[in-house]
């Protein structure tokens, strides 16, 4: 896998399996994370504009949920460990300021190309996290 061996791998992992927006896995905190149950708790998003950022609760209370992590998931999570940022808790951070969604689609269509997989949008692991879980028999809700 071409993005095993990148930066990237735990964040596109993660955005694979569990279906969360970019929004929701840019925001994604430490803390919210919990190793035990091998779960993360998904509760803010986060919007960032020219000079800005800011978190958000969740759109809706329905998107406000608990998502099962696969174990490998978890493992690359454990790895990135090291980069923990302490003033905002971020997993996912370049120097503790948070990604910015048009780098991490610009790193995506990359990996895409180097993988020779035809292009789709970043927002398309989304839907590609549900076929993938209908196929493995987990119920649609």
Known sequence: MVARETEWYALFALALTTGMR?????ALKWSDIDWHRGTASVCRTIQISSNAWTFYDTKRKRSRRVVKLQNFVLEALDDLG???EREHDLVFHKGGQPLRQRKIKVEFRRLLAAAG???IRLYDLRHTAATLAVAA???LR
């Open 137 to 139: 028999g987990v119920p």
């Open 82 to 84: 090291g980069q923990r």
């Open 117 to 119: 997989i035809r292009s």
């Open 22 to 26: 970019p929004s929701e896995y840019l």
